[in-house]
């Protein structure tokens, strides 16, 4: 069973339509969203690229949904490092949807069965469920698709090296599913691997979070792959997911070096001069489109990520096939309000 | 935490001082004078224009009138002692007038340089230093500049020392630096956040030939563009006065993109990003009926009415109108926070009756397009000379 389907031709139709209806629910259901569209002067999307984008740090600053508050059943927030979080609401069918739909993206890779699971993280990172943390929510969310889980990390933070071998001395003869953060998973597995002689080739890894921290070590996400199938982990697959658009991720393919965007979702990058949609290899701002949010105004999201389009319908899956560059920087202006910010 | 001296001889800023200056002492006239000549020199002015606005301000005759303006018939006028200044990060050149005011008057001067400052502020501190070593040495002795982090012990120190504090940098800065006691006697001179507005009169619009028009817009636009419309008198919201406001918004903005081309400023997308955040808030909270962004150098909102001006910034670039039937229907919507408007289009009569309806209870400054950023020695509705200085009665 695979969310990775629908030629582009074809998704487009469907996602136009969906997002369209999608359009007017929200218009009806959350009054900021509708006077935003107002002005604006938003009338109808004659394709998928037309529809109306809100960036994406608009639910750092407003509350958006489209749901009444006695319908909120799950409230989500970003971990920011500015101070300002987004928040998401999510109402019982949303929260059970992306739920849904995560785990199809998943059993693309995963196949039907809950494997025995190795995450790539601490125990202690979960301690205050309150703060649920979008580090959290991938760990939780993704932590539902396996079985038998082990901590990589103990509550310190530091690598549990008996509790990987004991893992390994179980399940490390079948197909088992590691997930983890990229940095951390080259940190905490890839080295300890190499260092120690795991054998990981059973091993499905998962990993996502930015690539920011491996390259300012000169890793490459080629180098990346290629390191890793060095110890073994040649079944590797990054995604690219955000709170903003819960239980949407865009997977890498099989051979690597590439996201797919599931049926239900799709990317679009913009010319930040013009904002018009650019073609296959031109990088620009990533705009990013799912049918999932249904309880607030997210299907159609620009991001702050830098992203290009590689191609359409010629990879392992169909659909347009994209790679995440990075993130464009904070605007920063002049101006007099600045003098002097100490704790005094 | 160390301290970086920037510009002054090096020691303890805080150790008592046997050097005196006088009020509009001639070994600081001539070393300013020096200085004015430096930043006028083409190729400083070419690259940083707002230099050139220092560079006349700190020309001998103004120094001159600035100094006649400090003396008084009815009382002695001395310095007013040890001045210590905080001023803003950003804006490239605010120490330079507020310091050289103050030295000016003759007090000893401790600025504080913010570790981020760049681009002219560094062209001013080689300038300061180039000039220095033709100078009197008592300049250097006095007026120090110097850079350290976010010390509470050296701010602290440095507040107990002076007799006068200057803090700009908005509320925040004001609020944070006043935790830290000053001595009895001395005092606080605050620029808290300042919102700043542009009022253009539709009839003077029309009255006025496209030469006029143009120049007017150009004036507008370096107010706008030089700070990324962040500084305290960059205008922010136009409001357009008198009527049928449409048709000359529109010429407005279209002079605009003109300009800002001819220019060749740029808007980089991070700051494109920002103005659609802060526009499509000030939609969603009802405050703006209409949006347009024709380039990413220009953003304008259509305000649903004048009491919906933001008073924040909103990126660089970015432009809300409203419209409004005169300059009084105005006044109710203007407040302390408020410093400068900028106008075209208006008689004198006109604004000198909307000054007066404001009276004092917002807006410190009235003043033609493209003198928004020119600095002054009445600034913020204090009179600087006189706040840098300390009155002796003597009567015989």
């Known amino acids: 069973m695979s969310v990775f389907t629908l030629s582009q031709a074809a998704k487009e139709e469907v996602l136009l339509k969906e997002l369209s209806s999608l359009t007017a629910h929200h218009r009806l259901n959350c009054e900021p969203y509708d006077r935003i569209l107002a002005a604006s002067g938003y009338q109808d999307a004659a394709s998928v690229a037309d529809l109306p984008w809100l960036p994406v740090r608009l639910f750092k600053t407003l509350e958006l949904k489209s749901i009444p508050d ?26 059970a949807e992306q739920q849904r739909r995560l785990a199809a993206t998943v059993q693309t890779i995963l196949g039907p069965k809950r494997l025995p699971m190795l995450l790539v993280d601490t ?18 969310g993704m932590s539902t698709f396996g079985r038998d889980h082990v901590w990589a990390l103990d509550g310190e ?20 599913l590691i997930f983890g953060f990229t940095f951390l998973v080259w940190l905490h597995l890839y080295e300890v691997a190499r260092d120690n002689g795991l054998d990981l080739s059973n091993g499905i890894l998962i990993h996502s979070g930015g690539w920011k921290k491996l390259i300012d070590q000169a890793v490459s996400p080629d180098e990346f792959r290629a390191r890793l199938a060095g110890v073994g982990l040649t079944n590797v697959h990054n995604y690219y997911g955000m709170v903003e658009q819960i239980g949407t991720i865009f997977l890498e393919g099989p051979s690597g070096g590439s996201l ?41 999201l620009l991001t702050e990520d830098l992203g290009v389009v590689h191609g359409i319908d010629d990879g392992d899956w169909p659909g347009k096939r994209f790679s995440v560059l990075g993130r464009l920087p904070r605007a920063e202006a002049r101006g007099c309000s600045d003098t002097y910010r100490s704790a005094a | 935490m160390s301290v970086i001296f920037r510009f002054g001889a090096e020691g303890d800023l805080t150790a008592p001082s046997e050097d005196r200056l006088a009020v509009g002492d001639p070994r600081v006239v001539d070393f300013l004078g020096r200085l004015a000549r430096k930043l006028l020199a083409p190729a400083v002015a070419r690259k940083h224009p707002e230099l050139g606005s220092l560079g006349y301000f700190l020309r ?87 850079t350290y982090g976010y010390d509470d012990a050296i701010t602290g120190a440095l507040s107990k020392w002076c007799d006068l504090r200057v803090i700009w940098g908005g509320d925040a800065a004001v609020n944070t630096i006043r935790k830290l006691p000053l001595r009895p006697s001395a005092r606080d ?17 029309r009255a006025a030939d496209l030469v006029a028009r143009r120049n007017a817009v150009v004036g507008f636009a370096n107010d706008a563009y030089w700070f990324d419309q962040a500084a305290c008198s960059s205008p922010r919201t136009v409001f357009l006065v008198g009527g049928d406001g449409d048709s000359v918004r529109a010429e407005f903005l279209s002079l605009l993109l003109e300009v800002v081309d001819a220019r060749g400023w740029t808007v980089d997308p991070a700051m494109a990003v920002e103005k659609r955040v802060n526009a499509y808030e000030l939609a969603a909270i009802g405050a ?49 926070q408020d410093q400068t408007v900028s106008h075209f289009g208006f008689t004198p009569a006109e604004l000198r009756e909307f000054g007066t309806a404001l009276g004092g209870r917002g807006v410190d400054r009235i003043v033609p397009f493209g003198q928004a950023l020119t600095f002054g020695a009445i600034w913020d509705g204090y009179d600087l000379p006189s706040e840098f200085t300390r009155l002796t009665v003597l009567q015989h």
Not at chain 1, 82 to 94: F, N
Not at chain 1, 123 to 140: C, I, P, W
């Open chain 1, 157 to 176: 933070g530091l690598v549990d090296l008996d509790a990987i071998r004991g893992f390994l001395a179980k399940h490390g003869d079948q197909p088992f």
């Open chain 1, 123 to 140: 125990k202690a990172m979960l301690k205050d469920r309150r703060s649920f943390s979008a580090r959290g929510a991938g760990v939780l």
């Open chain 2, 288 to 336: 703006a009926g209409a949006l347009d962004f024709p380039d990413n150098r220009v953003t304008a909102l259509t305000l649903t009415g004048t009491d919906a001006a933001p008073r924040r910034w909103i990126g660089a670039g970015a432009f809300p109108f409203a419209e409004a039937g005169s300059l009084l229907d105005l006044v109710p919507a203007m407040n302390r």
């Open chain 1, 70 to 95: 006695d319908e909120v059943f799950k409230v989500l927030t970003s971990s920011g490092t500015t101070g300002d979080v987004s928040r998401i609401y999510l109402d019982k069918a949303a929260a």
């Open chain 1, 260 to 300: 797919y965007c599931p049926d239900f979702a799709d990317v679009v990058v913009r010319d930040p001069e013009t904002w018009a949609e650019l073609p296959p290899g031109k990088p620009g701002l990533l705009e990013v489109v799912s049918t999932l949010p249904t309880s607030y105004p997210g299907h159609v």
């Open chain 2, 60 to 146: 001998p005759a103004e120094l001159h009138r600035a100094v006649s303006r400090m003396q008084r018939d009815d009382a002695l006028v001395f310095p007013r002692g040890n001045v210590f200044h905080l001023p803003p990060a950003n804006v490239d050149t605010i120490f330079v007038y507020s310091w050289a005011l103050s030295a000016l008057a003759g007090n000893h001067n401790v600025v504080r340089i913010s570790s981020r400052s760049a681009g002219a502020a560094e062209v001013i501190l080689e300038a300061l230093n180039a000039v220095a070593a033709e100078a009197d040495p008592i300049i250097a002795r006095t007026q120090r500049m110097v």
């Open chain 2, 189 to 205: 001179l605050t620029f808290p956040d300042r919102t700043s507005w542009a009022m253009l009169s539709t009839a003077g619009w």
